[in-house]
């Protein structure tokens, strides 16, 4: 058995034999087989995979979005059914709404009666998330307007500001310049390590996941099934602009590299 | 909408551009010409500028109000009640996949249909007063606002719901914040092609069957073989079409300037 | 997007029909929930989601409707709603004595006729502001002005000037499609790449081939669009035409026989007129699915 598989309480997710099948017009698609999977709190995990391996749709049924085909999510000791209301989720496509500017985009959450928060902190509060995320001075553009990195930044402002205990994030950097992905990356190490939050992070760059994951998770192309978890033991604080030039991490990227290239030249693309 | 885009918003050239000199120059030589041929050949068919000027002044001092005002109370009328009631009726519909699957084939017909072409068949229930007008126009706009908004309505983006739902909202909220905002272009573009609508409904109505209203001016002076109140009536409704275009895409532009900030 | 084009609405409608599969992003397979075509919905739902079932609703609510309306109780009522045996005895009746087909021809053919003029006119003006920008913007407010006008507000002068035959009914519709068509080309001359035919001027070419290589070519799609949108206001505006004054044609029909109060005349010509108006908007849908399908990758 998978190794999460101890005392289930003390897991903030857990994926319990969890598959989906997806059908299309005339036949059933396997989009996840069967698979284990928990997750600790405060815990950073990365789903790293060929694309079409299901990693999304993990992401989605953690969410509530899609029920599982079979097996059971369970978050906090209870299990998914409907909406899971304590996560924020970054998708890959870019949810923001093209008719509010972006600060009013990352507004958003703070004015869910859920969570009200009076003017004046909610105007404070994006103000200095706006900041985080490198984006002063764009505060009332629309988000047609923006470039794609833009708007990511501004997803990631909006899926920050209100604090959700975990994060699920769907290739959330895939549009960023190397360099502003860097310092993306070390914004969201001290964000999730001072709010200690739980995150769930799907990406193809095993670089990014090294990086920032506690625990790196590699799937198997299509039907996606998990081929190995390795913990990532390296020493925190990271510093993600020289990590990747340290021997421990070349030792991984090798190691799951060597996992992760079979399966990339076995699916579709990369 | 291309079309009807362009020419609302028309070419506004720059104020010091000479191009303004000659846009002038080319109007004046041309009622220039109209005036000179009505001299020449008689005024029974093209009447004149000047004669049409005159009965313009002369329709001001009373008679053209009431006319005007008919015609508008008509367009006014029928625009609110049948918007109002398209919109409901759009995101009721839109926001029922089941209903709206039912309905499909339904709702494509009456769409097909050019509903002003009832008219005589209101005028035939409700008489020769405003109320057959009324309802025409209340008609022509509930349509086109209930297809624009259930169009909306179902095209609304799930994504950006999921999303919302997932931070916390509730049904109002939702509503609220995303779908009748992601709505709203939609229900201003339904608007935008209304209001012209609005005007032929009313004018045609007014045409077939009516004691007064801006299309009653226009058939009646046609009947009286008057080309000068006709050539009137006619400048009256151009000016009334272009302040209903103008009026139009200004509010659009207002209400919209998220979608115009690309660029 | 929403220019009144029953085309478009009804690929979108049938967008909806066939449920959501498939969906490209990573959430829009939450669409499953949302459409709620889940296994726990009701079984009666998912048979009205089905499609005999969604044709078994439909057919039972058009019947349902039809039967209310032909055993309308009231006298008077029945005087001014007629019924539907009624109403297809006589379409039936003007089948049988020829008038039926009369009208319907005089009505396509005037539409045929202002159409085919008023688009002609409009690409050869619309090119011609293209390659004189200046004239245009000279002219240009006046184009405005009248394009803004109620077309239909011209309908008394055309039937002065030219009588209440087939000749005003062309000039209304011509001048209707006319001014949709030179729109939509001069979108699509202002859309010309101007480097395009710059260079292609440097490279000697002449005006005539500056115009057959680069600006009509580059302009198609715009006239296209234009054409599309200008059938439904040609139709509909012959339509108008009739009513206002005429002597033949399905707009004409209707406004005769609820000159007369005759409902079932009326309700018969309204439902010639449906029907041409469903099988116009088929036509158009399938000859859109042709073109698109031939631009597809």
Same mark, same amino acid.
Request: glycine share 8%; aromatic share 8%; proline share 4%.
């Given at each position: 058995?998978?190794?999460?598989?101890?005392?289930?309480?003390?897991?903030?997710?857990?994926?319990?034999?969890?598959?989906?099948?997806?059908?299309?017009?005339?036949?059933?698609?396997?989009?996840?087989?069967?698979?284990?999977?928990?997750?600790?709190?405060?815990?950073?995990?990365?789903?790293?995979?060929?694309?079409?391996? #299901?990693?999304?749709?993990?992401?989605?049924?953690?969410?509530?979005?899609?029920?599982?085909?079979?097996? %059971?999510?369970?978050?906090?000791?209870?299990?998914?059914?409907?909406?899971?209301?304590?996560?924020?989720?970054?998708?890959?496509?870019?949810?923001?709404?093209?008719?509010?500017?972006?600060?009013?985009?990352?507004?958003?959450?703070?004015?869910?009666?859920?969570?009200?928060?009076?003017?004046?902190?909610?105007?404070?509060?994006?103000?200095?998330?706006?900041?985080?995320?490198?984006?002063?001075?764009?505060?009332?553009?629309?988000?047609?307007?923006?470039? #794609?990195?833009?708007?990511?930044?501004?997803?990631?402002?909006?899926?920050?500001?209100?604090?959700?205990?975990?994060?699920?994030?769907?290739?959330?950097?895939?549009?960023?310049?190397?360099?502003?992905?860097?310092?993306?990356?070390? %914004?969201?190490?001290?964000?999730?390590? %001072?709010?200690?939050?739980?995150?769930?992070?799907?990406?193809?760059?095993?670089?990014?996941?090294?990086?920032?994951?506690?625990?790196?998770?590699?799937?198997?192309?299509?039907?996606?099934?998990?081929?190995?978890?390795?913990?990532?033991?390296?020493?925190?604080?990271?510093?993600?602009?020289?990590?990747?030039?340290?021997?421990?991490?070349?030792?991984?990227?090798?190691?799951?590299?060597?996992?992760?290239?079979?399966?990339?030249?076995? #699916?579709?693309?990369? | 909408?291309?079309?009807?885009?362009?020419?609302?918003?028309?070419?506004?050239?720059?104020?010091?551009?000479?191009?303004?000199?000659?846009?002038?120059?080319?109007?004046?030589?041309?009622?220039?010409?109209?005036?000179?041929?009505?001299?020449?050949?008689?005024?029974?068919?093209?009447?004149?500028?000047?004669?049409?000027?005159?009965?313009?002044?002369?329709?001001?001092?009373?008679?053209?109000? /009431?006319?005007?005002?008919?015609? $508008?109370?008509?367009?006014?009328?029928?625009?609110?009640?049948?918007?109002?009631?398209?919109?409901?009726?759009?995101?009721?519909?839109?926001?029922?996949?089941?209903?709206?699957?039912?309905?499909?084939?339904?709702?494509?017909?009456?769409?097909?249909?050019?509903?002003?072409? /009832?008219?005589? $068949?209101?005028?035939?229930?409700?008489?020769?007063?405003?109320?057959?007008?009324?309802?025409?126009?209340?008609?022509?706009?509930?349509?086109?606002?209930?297809?624009?908004?259930?169009?909306?309505?179902?095209?609304?983006?799930?994504?950006?719901?999921?999303?919302?739902?997932?931070?916390?909202?509730?049904?109002?909220?939702?509503?609220?914040?995303?779908?009748?905002?992601?709505?709203?272009?939609?229900?201003?573009?339904?608007?935008?092609?209304?209001?012209?609508?609005?005007?032929?409904?009313?004018?045609?109505?007014?045409? $077939?069957?009516?004691?007064?209203?801006?299309?009653? /001016?226009?058939?009646?002076?046609?009947?009286?073989?008057?080309?000068?109140?006709?050539?009137?009536?006619?400048?009256? $409704?151009?000016?009334?079409? /272009?302040?209903?275009?103008?009026?139009?895409?200004?509010?659009?532009?207002?209400?919209?300037?998220?979608?115009?900030?690309?660029? | 997007?929403?220019?009144?084009?029953?085309?478009?609405?009804?690929?979108?409608?049938?967008?909806?029909?066939?449920?959501?599969?498939?969906?490209?992003?990573?959430?829009?397979?939450?669409?499953? &929930?949302?459409?709620?075509?889940?296994?726990?919905?009701?079984?009666?739902?998912?048979? *009205?989601?089905?499609?005999?079932?969604?044709?078994?609703?439909?057919?039972?609510?058009?019947?349902?409707?039809?039967?209310?309306?032909?055993?309308?109780?009231?006298?008077?009522?029945?005087?001014?709603?007629?019924?539907?045996?009624? &109403?297809?005895?006589? *379409?039936?009746?003007?089948?049988?004595?020829?008038?039926?087909?009369?009208?319907?021809?005089?009505?396509?053919?005037?539409?045929?006729?202002? +159409?085919? &003029?008023?688009?002609?006119?409009?690409?050869?003006?619309?090119?011609?502001?293209?390659?004189?920008?200046?004239?245009?913007?000279?002219?240009?407010?006046?184009?405005?002005?009248? +394009?803004?006008?109620?077309?239909?507000?011209?309908?008394?002068?055309?039937?002065?000037?030219?009588?209440?035959?087939?000749?005003?009914?062309?000039?209304?519709?011509?001048?209707?499609?006319?001014?949709?068509?030179?729109?939509?080309?001069?979108?699509?001359?202002?859309?010309?790449?101007?480097?395009?035919?710059?260079?292609?001027?440097?490279?000697?070419?002449?005006?005539?081939?500056?115009?057959?290589?680069?600006?009509?070519?580059?302009?198609?799609?715009?006239?296209?669009?234009?054409?599309?949108?200008?059938?439904?206001?040609?139709?509909?505006?012959?339509?108008?035409?009739?009513?206002?004054?005429?002597?033949?044609?399905?707009?004409?029909?209707?406004? +005769?026989?609820?000159?007369?109060?005759?409902?079932?005349?009326?309700?018969?010509?309204?439902?010639? *007129?449906? &029907?041409?108006?469903?099988?116009?908007?088929?036509?158009?849908?399938?000859?859109?699915?042709?073109?698109?399908?031939?631009?597809?990758?």
């Amino acid at each position: 058995m998978p190794r999460g598989d101890a005392a289930p309480e003390t897991q903030k997710i857990r994926l319990a034999g969890v598959g989906k099948r997806f059908v299309t017009r005339d036949r059933e698609v396997q989009a996840l087989e069967p698979i284990d999977l928990s997750v600790r709190p405060h815990e950073f995990v990365a789903l790293v995979g060929p694309s079409g391996c #299901g990693k999304s749709t993990i992401l989605n049924l953690v969410a509530g979005l899609l029920p599982p085909s079979e097996g %059971q999510v369970w978050y906090d000791g209870a299990p998914v059914n409907g909406l899971n209301r304590s996560v924020g989720y970054m998708t890959q496509k870019d949810t923001l709404l093209p008719w509010r500017s972006a600060a009013d985009n990352v507004r958003i959450a703070l004015e869910l009666k859920c969570r009200a928060v009076p003017r004046d902190e909610a105007n404070a509060r994006v103000a200095q998330i706006i900041d985080l995320v490198g984006l002063t001075g764009f505060e009332r553009h629309y988000p047609a307007e923006l470039s #794609g990195g833009m708007r990511k930044r501004v997803g990631l402002a909006r899926t920050l500001i209100y604090q959700p205990e975990t994060l699920l994030m769907d290739e959330p950097f895939g549009a960023l310049d190397a360099q502003l992905k860097l310092l993306m990356l070390n %914004q969201l190490q001290d964000l999730t390590r %001072q709010r200690r939050m739980t995150v769930l992070f799907v990406t193809h760059d095993l670089g990014e996941a090294i990086t920032l994951a506690d625990r790196v998770v590699v799937f198997s192309a299509r039907p996606g099934r998990i081929r190995t978890i390795r913990d990532i033991d390296l020493p925190r604080p990271r510093d993600v602009f020289r990590i990747r030039f340290t021997e421990a991490f070349a030792h991984l990227h090798e190691e799951l590299w060597d996992e992760l290239k079979d399966e990339v030249t076995q #699916g579709t693309d990369v | 909408m291309s079309a009807t885009q362009q020419a609302t918003r028309g070419d506004t050239a720059p104020r010091t551009d000479p191009i303004i000199l000659w846009q002038l120059g080319v109007g004046i030589a041309m009622l220039a010409a109209w005036e000179a041929s009505g001299r020449f050949f008689g005024t029974q068919w093209t009447s004149e500028p000047s004669l049409i000027a005159a009965r313009l002044a002369q329709w001001a001092q009373g008679e053209l109000y /009431l006319h005007f005002i008919t015609t $508008l109370t008509e367009v006014v009328t029928g625009l609110c009640i049948g918007s109002l009631f398209g919109i409901l009726a759009g995101l009721v519909l839109g926001r029922s996949p089941l209903l709206s699957v039912i309905l499909r084939p339904i709702i494509v017909a009456f769409y097909s249909v050019p509903l002003i072409a /009832l008219a005589p $068949l209101f005028i035939m229930f409700f008489g020769l007063d405003m109320l057959p007008k009324i309802v025409l126009v209340t008609i022509v706009v509930f349509f086109l606002l209930f297809f624009n908004t259930f169009a909306g309505a179902t095209s609304v983006d799930h994504d950006l719901i999921a999303q919302v739902e997932l931070m916390g909202s509730n049904r109002r909220e939702k509503f609220q914040k995303v779908v009748a905002p992601a709505c709203m272009a939609w229900i201003v573009g339904g608007i935008k092609i209304a209001l012209p609508y609005a005007l032929v409904a009313a004018t045609t109505g007014e045409m $077939l069957a009516a004691r007064r209203g801006l299309g009653f /001016l226009l058939s009646d002076a046609a009947s009286q073989f008057d080309m000068t109140s006709l050539y009137a009536a006619l400048f009256i $409704l151009m000016m009334m079409g /272009l302040a209903v275009s103008e009026i139009a895409a200004w509010s659009e532009r207002r209400i919209l300037r998220w979608r115009h900030a690309e660029g | 997007m929403c220019d009144g084009d029953a085309a478009g609405l009804d690929a979108r409608l049938r967008e909806h029909d066939g449920g959501h599969a498939g969906g490209g992003g990573a959430m829009s397979q939450a669409v499953h &929930i949302a459409a709620g075509a889940d296994a726990t919905a009701a079984p009666l739902t998912r048979f *009205l989601q089905s499609a005999p079932g969604r044709f078994a609703a439909r057919l039972l609510l058009v019947l349902v409707l039809l039967a209310m309306w032909q055993v309308l109780p009231d006298k008077g009522l029945r005087f001014w709603m007629s019924g539907p045996v009624e &109403i297809v005895a006589r *379409l039936w009746s003007w089948i049988l004595d020829g008038s039926l087909w009369e009208n319907l021809g005089a009505t396509l053919l005037a539409m045929a006729l202002g +159409y085919t &003029i008023g688009t002609a006119a409009g690409i050869v003006l619309g090119l011609l502001f293209g390659l004189l920008p200046r004239v245009h913007r000279v002219l240009s407010p006046y184009i405005t002005a009248l +394009y803004a006008m109620p077309k239909i507000a011209l309908a008394p002068l055309f039937v002065i000037t030219l009588g209440i035959g087939i000749e005003s009914k062309v000039a209304l519709v011509a001048i209707t499609v006319f001014f949709l068509v030179l729109n939509s080309t001069l979108d699509g001359v202002r859309n010309v790449d101007r480097d395009l035919t710059r260079s292609l001027a440097l490279m000697g070419a002449t005006r005539i081939e500056v115009i057959s290589k680069v600006l009509l070519p580059a302009t198609l799609p715009w006239i296209f669009t234009g054409m599309r949108i200008a059938v439904r206001y040609a139709f509909t505006n012959t339509l108008l035409a009739e009513l206002i004054a005429s002597n033949s044609g399905i707009g004409f029909m209707i406004e +005769y026989y609820s000159g007369i109060f005759d409902a079932t005349g009326t309700y018969a010509a309204i439902l010639v *007129l449906v &029907i041409m108006s469903v099988g116009l908007t088929e036509v158009l849908t399938q000859i859109e699915a042709r073109l698109s399908h031939g631009r597809g990758p």
